[in-house]
């Protein structure tokens, strides 16, 4: 079984919950307004959490990797790709907003169709930071100052990090689960997404139970 980066177990996160957006919205009956609030809370909660990963590669790691050597052509398209992504995402928030306001079928569908069309643009970005990013990230893990930076990477607190930790975990793969456990100890994993992650637990678990 390979091993993942923390990266990499983040976009797993990211692939799922679009994935599984796009199928509760397909599935989501006239009238359902209490499935139509789940749903949106889950994709705003995906929302919250993409946009903090890609605040930070933007503003604080390809400015990094520029420093090491990394090609700034590539570096510049990472971030023209997050505004790309930025721009799907928020018309998929749109249509779902709609559907959280008057929940029916054709609104429903429409949104998954936004979400459908955003998880295009979504995919492509992250196969292409993966295939062309993940290696030099690889070189640099044994570097103190790249260990240093990747602090700054982080949720800003326990809490954060807590519910982040229970968004990555939830519906996760064998793989998945393995490769976050092999860099965050499995007792820490447990005791701050069961415990810590309270906010994850209330207000986003139900959509996917």
Same mark, same amino acid.
């Given at each position: ?91 998929? &928030?749109?249509?779902?907003?709609? @559907?959280? #306001?008057?929940? %029916?079928?054709?609104? *429903? ?5 936004? +979400? =459908? ?64 456990? &092999?860099?965050?100890?499995?007792? @820490?994993? #447990?005791?701050? %997404?069961?415990?810590? *992650? ?5 207000? +986003? =678990?139900?959509?996917?139970?």
């Amino acid at each position: 079984m390979a091993e993942m980066s923390m990266n990499q177990i983040i976009h797993a996160a990211v692939r799922r919950d679009v994935a599984r957006t796009e199928q509760a919205l397909r599935g989501l009956r006239d009238g359902d307004a209490e499935r139509a609030r789940q749903v949106r809370a889950a994709w705003q909660n995906l929302v919250r959490e993409l946009t903090h990963h890609h605040e930070a590669e933007d503003d604080i790691l390809w400015p990094f990797l520029l420093q090491r050597g990394v090609d700034a052509d590539l570096l510049r398209q990472m971030e023209s790709e997050h505004g790309a992504m930025k721009q799907a995402l928020a018309s998929a &928030s749109a249509a779902i907003e709609e @559907v959280a #306001a008057a929940p %029916t079928s054709a609104r *429903a569908t429409a949104a998954a169709d936004a +979400v =459908a069309s955003s998880s295009v643009v979504i995919n492509q970005h992250l196969d292409h930071e993966e295939r062309d990013v993940e290696a030099p990230l690889g070189d640099l893990e044994s570097d103190p100052e790249f260990k240093a930076l990747s602090k700054k990477l982080r949720p800003a607190s326990m809490v954060d990090a807590a519910n982040a930790l229970a968004w990555m975990d939830d519906g996760a793969g064998r793989r998945e689960r393995t490769a976050l456990r &092999s860099t965050i100890p499995a007792p @820490v994993v #447990a005791i701050l %997404t069961k415990v810590v *992650a309270r906010r994850y637990r209330r207000e +986003v =678990a139900p959509a996917w139970r």
